[in-house]
């Protein structure tokens, strides 16, 4: 039963409050806000994808058959089989995401960041003008090199042909 309230339960990715709820969690540090936030994450991938191949076959369906209410309900139809496919975990790509956020290093906060940066005394970026450094008039000596001696052939010329003037073929 404990599993039914969960699907009935199920937070979407568009629904503000569970995003509140959410952010709490990852404010928190809590471990199921990863896996939720990769859940939620590929149900959205999941429902572009599905979406696109909707918009690839519309090319095939008759006019007469389109309206409004159909549109709106497949998009309502999309938007729950992703939900339901990102929580079986159908493609995977969630534990994909959780484990290539796992192996990152912590980041740290825009104020850390910040205050890192006026603290710091080393100059990060490229200069606007880099610097212009004298060129060397010392001669360096180098080994000659060697000149290929190229030997060009005269091609033999072919017969000329006797031309004569006023007669044109």
Excluded: C, H
Aim: charged share 20%; aromatic share 4%.
């Amino acid at each position: 039963m404990s599993e039914n309230t969960n699907i009935t339960s199920a937070k979407s990715y568009n629904d503000f409050s569970a995003l509140g709820e959410l952010r709490g969690k990852a404010q928190r540090n809590d471990a199921s806000a990863m896996r939720e936030s990769a859940e939620q994450f590929e149900a959205l991938f999941i429902q572009m994808m599905l979406k696109s191949m909707r918009e690839a076959s519309s090319a095939m369906k008759s006019d007469l058959l389109k309206n409004d209410a159909q549109e709106t309900f497949e998009g309502m139809y999309d938007k729950e089989i992703s939900m339901q496919m990102a929580k079986r975990n159908a493609l995977g790509f969630s534990d994909v995401v959780i484990k290539n956020l796992s192996q990152q290093k912590a980041v740290p906060s825009t104020s850390e960041l910040l205050q890192l940066r006026q603290t710091s005394t080393i100059q990060n970026g490229m200069p606007l003008n880099a610097p212009v450094l004298p060129m060397s008039l010392a001669n360096k000596a180098q080994a000659a090199m060697a000149l290929q001696k190229n030997t060009l052939k005269a091609l033999p010329l072919a017969p000329a042909l006797p031309m004569t003037l006023g007669t044109e073929p």
